[in-house]
């Protein structure tokens, strides 16, 4: 990935029927992914105005599934591309300029915007991502990415029992549940990206009868844990379905495309095939493209909007909302010009 965990795949060419997730269908996942974390997001902010308790509730439960998402499909695009080899230098090149470098030139500029002052502390905190818990979490587990696939044997339960030990060592310290209850998302995707052909040779022989028990599971258990998360901001405390639905999310979202066999799944492709649902994936893949953009750039925008201009709720949601898009887009823009030309001067140099 460019934007791992928000944003571009390092698949390249279009999706084949060899592969788990594609390209377009990866960044349509993560397009889905940014837009829920947006949605848990913009419903705290305007919960009053939409007065729907169980609106509200349902809303601010997306965000974390949404980080499912992501950290699936991370794992599963970096798996997928060692093709079998220990990641080397092009790894971290990759991790940085995707990344950390983006993150820490739109953290930077909004920490200046934000006034906030320069301290040796202050500087420390931001260049360790502790107040954007997901480049934290996302930049760990690159580095247990590394580390467990420098092994030839057993990566994915080195890489397993690394996050079982960060999960744990991240409650120990107090940290708010968002911090680890997707975790295991990560080494789930890169089990699904290493050992890809065997998952689609198995689908082939089995009836997709664990993907619709898995759905039926989540149907129950993640309306159960989203009610059990609004009751535990109220009272605090830690709850005991959180890891469970996430953890029962992210194998259904694995398992997604077992349902390509199903007659249910055609006619959903036929219904893509047509210009609404191109249309639909287009926007899709264009917030996948962008969402690790979007991830750092909304709330931002949306408090600077909401402090500074009096355009009422519908007004500010919009140009809230229309801000982040518009200025991750023209990021993207400028980012991908700079990186491309880095990546040209590179190989003169190489060829030199």
Known sequence: MGQNGCSRCEQGGNDAPGELFGRKASYAMRGIAILMVM?????????????????????MGLGRYGVDIFFLMSGYAMAKNTAGERPGAAF???????????????????????????????LIRYLLAQDYWFIFDIMVFYLAFFLSFQC??????????????????LYGMGRQDFWYVSNLAFPLGAACGLYEKRLL????????????????????????AMRERAMLLQTGGKGRLQMMANTLFSLWAALLPWFGK?????????AFAGLPGRTAGGILRFFGKNSLYLYLLHAFLYYQIASRANLGTVGGFAAAFGSA????????????AVTANMSAVGKKGGKK
């Open 325 to 336: 898009v518009l200025c991750a887009w023209m990021f993207s823009l400028i980012w991908g």
């Open 152 to 169: 030839k044997r057993l990566r994915i339960t080195v890489l397993l029992l690394f996050t079982v030990i960060f999960s744990a060592w």
């Open 262 to 270: 199903t007659g249910a799944s055609a006619v959903c492709r036929r």
């Open 39 to 59: 949605a848990s997001h913009y419903g705290e902010w305007y919960a009053a105005w939409i007065g729907i308790p169980a609106l509200t509730q349902f809303l």
């Open 201 to 224: 040779a198995w689908m082939k022989e089995i009836r997709p009868w664990p993907e619709l028990a898995c759905t039926l599971f989540c149907v129950v258990l993640v309306p159960a």
């Open 92 to 122: 971290w090149l990759k991790r940085l300029r995707g990344t950390y470098l983006p993150y820490l030139i739109l953290a930077g500029i909004i920490e200046i915007a934000a006034g906030g002052a320069f301290s040796p502390a202050r």
